[in-house]
């Protein structure tokens, strides 16, 4: 095999990592032996992240940058390349939800998910990837969903997941040659903060929500973050680079 060891040390850049997914990624690639960059609207909330990687014995960075803004994208990355070293793994897990039925559903609404879901993963692959071309090696991996597939009030949302999809693979095609591997992770419900905002928002208890979801899959469980860090962690692997421009969906039954 003529990639480095499974041990080698990269700088990653996880987005959305205060708090849910983002923040289990984090700590997982941080627990296989990486240094991250913890991006997040808010620096600040991403202290609870960046302890949680320094006590796992890794270097730990917190960046506070919409990654729907493209100059913030830009100088997010040069903050991390400066303190960090090169990025050659991104993640690409913030996203939001704005839930409405197409009567209801305001161009802003339909804006704001695509902006960030969508143009934020292009933009900050965009940026790393120069580094990634640089090493000769990256790994991208792009948080879609099962509503990709489509999804009641959602859009936007299946919308912005399924152009994640073909984001990620066009990634795969233009990127190959350089040693770089672009995969997307479709989770299933998740419990989170996001899924328990939800639940608010229907009117649901989030019990109920959860038990609902879990009707929808065979494992007979809801998802927890640590499910898609894993999956995560497997793309981002140093032996999984003949694993490329795939969508595993992660949802507790088959989908997709
Ligand atoms: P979450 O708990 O809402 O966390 C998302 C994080 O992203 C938050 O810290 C949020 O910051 C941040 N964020 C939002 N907009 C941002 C922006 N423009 N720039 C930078 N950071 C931003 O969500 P989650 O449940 O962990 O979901 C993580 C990813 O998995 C998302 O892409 C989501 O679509 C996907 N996913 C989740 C589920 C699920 O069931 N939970 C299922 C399928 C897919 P604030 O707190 O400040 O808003």
Redesign the pocket.
Known sequence: MSEAGASTTRVAIV?????????SIALRLAADGHDIAV????AL?CSETVRGIEALGRRALAVG?????ETAVEQAVADVTAALGPPTILVN?????RDRTIGKMSLADWDLVI???LR?AFLMSRAVQAHMRAAGWGRIVN?????ALGNLGEAN?AAA?AGVQGLTKTLAIELGRYGITANAV??????????A?VAARVGMTFEDMKQQAIAGTVVGRV?Q?ED?AHAVSFFVDERSGYVTGQVLYVAGGPRG
């Open positions: 987005t959305g990592a205060a708090r849910g997914i983002g923040a991006i997040d609207l808010d909330a940058a919409d990654v729907a803004d897990n913030a996203g939001i939800l902006n960030v879901n934020g948080l879609s969903s099962t509503a949302y997941k479709a989770p299933g419900f998740v419990e989170t903060a996001m899924t905002e998802g973050p898609i």
